[in-house]
């Protein structure tokens, strides 16, 4: 939890929490739009590319791997979840959720996906939901198991606009959603239970910001935030506000990315 993955468009850095210094930037080769995780190999970064997905290796600057995705992967959405142990892919124009294996890039589940494109996906602590958001307003909990929904929710009332951003809480009982805030709308990050749907806190407000990706640390004590001012928000999640600011000074504010920790 010392260090933050961040991933954009075309590039990828690893930033120290404790100062922001940025430790490592190199350009990720065809990597429009790129998602990124910790394994105990090491930090990756993962993309589509003319049906294939390519797994990047951050610290030895090459390819890990790059495995053949099914033909409706084309124009897909690509997601890693926790510990990288699933990739999901949402291809375009069905929406339909197609969860990876990362090792032999087979399709382990498939899901029926949601109305509109999948903005953010993350897995359980235990391996055994996903959770997925996107522009249809709701966020949908999935038994990986049985492929089946177990639950949908949607903020509802003044809050009822897409969502951005999603992230389990480390025990797994918990989880935080940003919204895509609408012109003049501030964004906010709300705390939900998975199964009832019940919002149990709204951790902060920014207005004029979209929060772009979310990640808790190992405890579920800190909370990173990515935005699209161009900077990154940890949060203190035992009390509920901000620990400290990390500017990233991009020259592209839709270049401040996914982020791991």
Known sequence: GTQLLVAGANQVRLVELATGAVLLQQPLPGAWTAVGGFTPAGPFVAWEQSRRLVIWDVLKRRRRSSLALPPEAMGANVFVTERGARIVVSPHPNYQILVVDPDSGQVAVRLAGQRREIADAAL???????????????????DLQSGQQLSQFSAGGSWAMPWKSVDFAPDGATLVVGNHPQRRTP?????????????LEQFTEQSGTMPRGLAFNGDGTRLAVTLSDEQILLWNVERAEPLR?????????????RVAL
Do not use: I, K, M
């Open 187 to 199: 964004a906010n990050l709300f705390r939900y239970a998975p199964t009832t749907g019940e919002r």
């Open 245 to 257: 600011w990390l500017a990233l000074h991009e020259e592209s504010a839709n270049e401040t990315g």
């Open 124 to 142: 359980s602590p235990d391996g055994q939901r996903l959770v997925t958001c996107g522009g249809d307003q709701y966020v949908a909990l999935w």
